[in-house]
């Protein structure tokens, strides 16, 4: 407990799944949080059931307007952020030939646009507070290459790549910025939608008594750690790398995908 006591963060996409367990997990370590959102009734029932250090706010990733107000608000409320989490995303699974301007456009500006926003807007805030932590979420397909996600992956490998040159820029400043790349992870970004999502990862061996989320853990039975991740294990990591911690980490990749990058086991 208490590992970012007087920090204030920023989480966007905060509204569900992963941004959700973040902004639960920030507050439950001492940090004051805005849960940063496009789904407003979602993200005021999030803030609403956290109740103590949390506001929601409206957010458009793809507007600068949108930040800006963004930042204001979260000064009025709690003060200069220290952290930001660019959590927001959206996926598509189509093949590329089929992929249209229009999607692969939205995927873009929402999945890359919006971090690099972030960046520039509550980022410049940190440089001038001379403090603060970034944290960028990209994804296993920033790492490697998918089918059916041709605009997903650009836009992963794109974050990835502006977060080292953030992190060059603003590592002066004392603003450090990393990228976290989640595998597969219980979310409703791939269909899952509940409570017990949010809920610790089942022990291994064992089936998750939730008969929606076995499923989805079948789906990645050839992993390593065969079953997909949860929302709290990847708050977790943007925990350590919100926080005092991780000090001397910039501009660096932590992969949490079950050993999915790691390559395909054979003769099991």
Avoid at 17 to 23: I, R, W
Avoid at 31 to 36: D, R
Avoid at 137 to 146: F, P
């Amino acid at each position: 407990m208490g590992r970012l006591d007087g920090k204030v963060a920023i989480v966007t996409g905060a509204a569900r799944g992963m941004g959700e367990a973040m902004a639960r997990l920030f507050v439950a370590e001492g940090a004051s949080v805005v849960v940063a959102d496009l789904l407003d009734d979602e993200a005021d029932a999030v803030a609403a059931s956290i109740r103590e250090r949390v506001v929601s706010a409206h957010l458009d990733v793809t507007d600068e307007v949108s930040w800006r107000t963004l930042l204001a608000q979260t000064v009025d409320a709690f003060g200069t952020p220290d952290v930001l989490v660019n959590n927001a995303g959206i996926l598509a699974m189509v093949p590329l030939v089929d992929t249209t301007l229009e999607t692969f456009r939205s995927i873009v500006d929402v999945d890359l646009l919006g971090p690099f926003l972030g960046m520039k807007v509550v980022g410049g805030a940190m440089v001038s507070a001379g403090r603060g932590s970034i944290v960028n979420v990209s994804s296993a397909a920033g790492m490697i290459g998918y089918s059916q996600v041709g605009a997903y992956t650009a836009a992963k490998w794109g974050l990835r790549g502006i977060t080292k040159t953030a992190a060059l820029e603003f590592g002066p400043s004392g603003v450090r910025v990393n990228s976290i790349h989640p595998g597969g992870v219980t979310t409703p970004m791939v269909g899952v939608i509940g409570e017990p999502a949010l809920g610790e990862p089942p022990a291994p061996g064992v089936v998750d008594p939730d008969p929606v989320l076995a499923a989805a853990d079948e789906m990645a039975g050839d992993q390593p750690i065969a079953r997909m991740g949860r929302p709290v294990e990847i708050a977790r990591l943007a925990l350590f790398l919100a926080s005092d911690e991780s000090s001397y980490c910039t501009g660096a990749e932590f992969v949490a995908d079950g050993g999915q990058t790691a390559g395909r086991r054979i003769g099991d």
